[in-house]
């Protein structure tokens, strides 16, 4: 599922361990707060480098999704993005499963999914780059 | 605060189009010279100038008057992306309210390309392939999920836009369509096709912002402002309701309570439909409708000409396009000439109140909204 050969589209966001794909979540080591990503300064108490990578994310639940036909450069349309909520209050930007694979449907609103990272986009020097990319979990509870 | 009463004094506009073959510095100076004419007064008359554009470089404002012998004045250059235009007039209005100068000429303009605006700021969500359309795609999404809104509700914006424009002689794009021909256009970002998405544009807008006295001097009716409201909404990847574009319900509720009044007593709206979806939604936020009921506000042509409350009798950003710095001015215009009753072709009989709403940004949201109210004196 975890393709991490590619160089992400983005550095710092996403990552994959024995478990999977997950998002990188900043957790505070002063508020306990969580924050998308690391960063310098906790969103929540304003402390400066109190932030530790921690596993989020390997499952959310599908707020909204669209499929985009005009595609900006190093795009290719058709693909499908959307939100996805992680929990503790995050809601992620990512890839969509657009089609329905091995009998199972593309997700709707509402619907629970699993993450995994795949090739999104090509660089002008044409490397493709990888991005978070939200998929039907199969028999899940609607 | 209590604030002196502010006024639109003159507007000017250079109707949005191409322009291939003039600069955005005279572009803006036609408007500039239109609105002071309207108002009928001389630039060395005018204290301070705030002049809203985006893509258009260093000391735009200082670059379009210098062309035209301004005197020495306080200049402020505005960028609040789309919403720049309608910020800067609110800037002008406090600037007089204040009593900090008597008259302020506002300005607007851009000069643009085609395409996907490039965002020159990219964010997470634009480097993983996010765009203007599909992020209000995505709020449309959520809205047909939650409130079983259709994709023809969306689609019926544009052909009640497109009408408007059709009655108006400054917009761009004065065809009419028809729901199907909405629907069979080529696909965007889904629910929203190419019709239900405005174009890229060139063109200017100015407006004249004066105290009581020297309205007092300009005859026939007069126009004032009477409250307006700008907020704005960061995102950083926190849960919320989508469905509530935009910081439309925080930055109206703020306009109406200056303006002491609610959104029944609006004659008539000009918002920023930048896409169709946004239409509804603001709608929605504005308070025209309650929630989750803007479909039906379009099913049911409230806010067509002839309607409870028209919105966009200009054609809205769909059929004039949009130069981002120049929108927010723009809309000031349509809806002083309505207030004024000089709206020739598209006017709201007896309009004596109105709303402008315009709204900018990028990535999850994150930018501003600007709403104000005016009313007819």
């Known amino acids: 599922m975890a393709d991490c050969s590619l160089a992400p589209a983005w550095d710092g966001v996403w990552d994959a361990d024995g478990e999977g794909a997950f998002m990188i979540g900043g957790r505070c080591g002063a508020c306990g707060g969580l924050a998308l990503g690391l960063r310098p300064i906790c969103p929540h108490c304003h402390k400066d480098g109190t932030l530790t990578a921690e596993a989020v994310g390997r499952r959310g639940r599908l707020y909204s999704a669209t499929v985009i036909h005009q595609a900006p450069p190093g795009f290719e349309a058709p693909y499908r993005v959307g939100y996805v909520d992680i929990g503790e209050g995050l809601r992620v930007f990512a890839h969509i499963q657009a089609d329905a694979e091995n009998g199972v449907p593309a997700p709707g609103p509402g619907d629970e999914v699993a993450l995994c990272i795949a090739a999104v986009k090509t660089d002008p020097d044409g490397k493709a780059r990888s991005g978070p990319l939200y998929a039907a979990v199969e028999g899940a509870a609607k | ?377």
Request: aromatic content about 4%; hydrophobic content about 40%; proline content about 3%.
């Open chain 2, 1 to 377: 605060m209590k604030l002196r009463r502010a006024g639109i004094m003159g507007v000017g506009l250079t109707p949005f189009d191409k322009y291939d073959d003039v600069s955005v510095e005279v572009i803006a100076q036609r408007a500039v010279v239109a609105a002071l004419a309207d108002a009928g007064i001389a630039l060395a008359d005018i204290n301070a100038v705030y002049a809203s554009h985006l893509y258009q470089g260093e000391v735009f404002g200082q670059r379009v008057l210098r062309g035209l012998h301004a005197p020495e004045v306080q200049l402020v250059n505005v960028e609040n992306a789309c919403a720049g235009g309608s910020s800067a007039v609110r800037a002008a209005w406090l600037s007089v309210g204040t009593e900090e100068h008597d008259l302020c000429l506002v300005v607007g303009a851009e000069k643009m390309g085609r395409g996907l605006i490039a965002f020159s700021s990219a964010d997470l969500e634009l480097t993983l392939g996010n765009t203007a359309p599909a992020q209000y795609a995505l709020a449309g999404q959520r809205h047909m999920h939650e409130y079983g809104t259709t994709a023809e509700d969306f689609a019926r914006v544009a052909v009640k836009s497109r009408h408007h424009g059709a009655l108006n002689p400054n917009a761009r794009f004065r065809e009419e369509v028809a729901l199907e021909e909405v629907l069979e256009s080529r696909p965007i970002a889904d629910p929203i096709t190419l019709l239900q998405c405005c174009r890229n544009g060139s063109g200017a807008a100015a407006l004249v912002i004066g105290s009581e006295a020297w309205c007092a001097k300009r005859g026939g009716p007069k126009v004032w402002i009477e409250g307006s409201g700008l907020r704005s909404i960061m995102g950083d990847s926190t849960e919320r309701d989508l469905t509530n574009f935009g910081a439309t319900r925080t930055a109206s509720t703020a306009a109406y309570e200056m303006a002491g009044i609610g959104p029944e007593d609006i004659d008539l709206v000009e918002l920023h439909d930048a896409f169709t979806v946004g239409e509804l939604l603001h709608c929605e936020g504005l308070g025209l409708c309650p929630k989750g009921e803007g479909g039906r506000l379009v099913r049911d042509g409230d806010t067509a000409l002839g309607g409870r409350i028209p919105v966009n009798t200009s054609g809205g950003l769909i059929s004039k396009s949009h130069p981002v710095g120049a929108t927010g001015v723009a809309q000031f215009a349509e809806l002083t000439w309505q207030l004024r009753g000089e709206a020739a072709g598209r006017q709201v009989e007896g309009a004596k109140t109105a709303l402008a709403h315009s709204q900018g940004g990028t990535g999850l949201e994150a930018g501003a909204t600007c709403v104000t109210i005016l009313a007819r004196g």
